[in-house]
């Protein structure tokens, strides 16, 4: 008996196999031209001395030199390690901060009140607007040393207020308080996250004698833990990343004294204002490297401080 022919099926195989790949050929275009190319180029130009007008000139590990060590061959950039020292203590401060903002006023609209719809949306907005140059602007002038805040404390009696942004002391904690107040979406993930929390657990606690405070930590922060770590590691990459504020506040130049020389904004400068594209390159992959190890970090103590439902 002759055998069947298997050809037909194979041909329907291939063909499905084929007509997948045509649908992923857009997104592997722009994968490959608008990820994978200019990652690899950006790695070379690391390498090299590079002002945008000439071809790039091989200097091998020269700008990690500049930045990390110098030598008697390379001078030490000393503001460098100045705008990651300011970016690591942004991001310290505001993100924490933030979250545990986001996670109060979560609480707060968990309830059920009238017009909580309407509250949800208003307490959204600043996270809409917060990163805009308009807002910026603003915050400047309410910080500025004739400003509403300053006019607002010698109401209330402060005689001399400083000028928030002009002062080195101050000028950080301008930005802070903007980060920290732009906490819109970390709380909507928080919001989401409390209404998945079975209510038979607090009424159970509640017939066990625990209090409002108890169940929080008890209930609460558990039940929490992996929407608080995945708040946790987007908003410190962002806050890695921050820049337009920097920019607006500080009027370009990370002062004073560089107190805001945020290391997003010392590489903006040194690739498109001071034209060392090669070391601006070097910086973003420095950059690259410190996010991933801090991220790596962050899922290794999730081990033990984040329980998920199956555990």
Do not use: C
């Amino acid at each position: 008996m002759r055998k069947k022919s298997t050809m037909p099926g194979i041909k329907a195989v291939l063909y499905e196999q084929a007509s997948s790949y045509a649908f992923l050929i857009p997104w592997l275009l722009g994968f490959f031209a608008l990820t994978v190319y200019p990652m690899t180029f950006s790695l070379y130009l690391s390498f090299t001395d590079y002002n945008i007008l000439e071809a790039p000139r091989w200097v091998g590990i020269k700008n990690y030199f500049v930045m990390f060590s110098g030598n008697e061959r390379y001078i030490h950039d000393g503001r460098f390690l100045n705008s990651l020292f300011v970016t690591l203590h942004f991001v310290f401060v505001s993100v924490p901060v933030k979250l545990m903002f986001a996670l109060l006023v979560a609480v707060l609209m968990n309830q059920k009140l009238k017009l909580i719809s309407l509250y949800r949306t208003v307490y959204y907005i600043p996270t809409l607007l917060g990163g805009s140059v308009a807002i910026s602007v603003l915050w400047r002038r309410l910080f500025s040393g004739d400003g509403v805040i300053n006019a607002i404390l010698r109401t209330i009696g402060y005689a001399d207020p400083p000028s928030w942004i002009s002062t080195p002391e101050y000028a950080l904690g301008t930005l802070i308080i903007l980060a920290v107040w732009q906490f819109g979406s970390p709380m909507i993930i928080f919001l989401a996250g409390l209404k998945q929390i079975p209510h038979e657990y607090y009424e159970a606690a509640s017939v066990d004698g625990a209090g409002k405070m108890r169940q929080f930590f008890h209930i609460t922060l558990p039940a929490l833990s992996p929407i608080i770590f995945f708040n946790l590691v987007m908003q410190m990459i962002s806050a890695f990343q921050a820049f337009t504020q920097a920019y607006i506040i500080s009027g370009g130049n990370g002062g004073p004294v560089d107190s805001t020389m945020f290391y997003s904004l010392y590489l903006y400068l040194h690739g498109f204002a001071w034209g060392h594209m090669g070391y601006a390159a070097a910086m973003a992959w420095v950059l690259l490297v410190i996010i991933a190890v801090l991220t790596a970090v962050t899922f290794k103590i999730s081990n033990y401080m984040v329980s998920y439902e199956g555990d």
